[in-house]
């Protein structure tokens, strides 16, 4: 079973940074795509940022292209998401995920706990 792990979640002011990571472990390369998703109270989850484990191509929403970059560590079985120019609509839990990638996008498999991000105006 993959265990994913997010952690680097917090709270900053708008037009702040943040980077959160995920750890991957266990069942290594069952999946070629990971990413990172966000929920905030009350709305469904969205799809933030994606990107394959072989090739590192990045997909973003359109919310957040421009701001935030995902990237991966493959040595170290690791993800992070680099978030700049934060604004209070990003306030979420933010999910890391890993999947299938197929016909251009990142289908999740596993999904880590959460991390919470809270951007104050």
């Known amino acids: 079973q993959v265990q994913l792990v997010e952690s680097g979640g917090g709270s900053v002011q708008a037009g702040g940074s943040l980077r959160v990571s995920c750890v991957a472990s266990?069942?290594?390369?069952?999946?070629?795509?990971m990413g990172w998703f966000r929920q905030a109270p009350g709305k469904e989850r969205e799809r933030v940022a994606t990107?394959?484990?072989?090739?590192?191509?990045?997909f973003y929403s359109d919310s957040v292209k421009g701001r935030f970059t995902i990237s991966r560590d493959n040595a170290k079985n690791t993800v992070y998401l680099q978030m700049n120019s934060l604004k209070p609509e990003d306030t979420a839990v933010y999910y890391c995920?890993?999947?299938?990638?197929?016909?251009?996008?990142?289908?999740?498999?596993?999904w880590g706990q959460g991390t919470q991000v809270t951007v104050s105006s």
């Open positions: 995920a890993a999947g299938t990638w197929y016909i251009g996008a990142c289908s999740p498999d596993y």
């Open positions: 990107i394959t484990t072989n090739s590192g191509s990045a």
């Open positions: 266990g069942a290594n390369w069952r999946w070629n795509c």
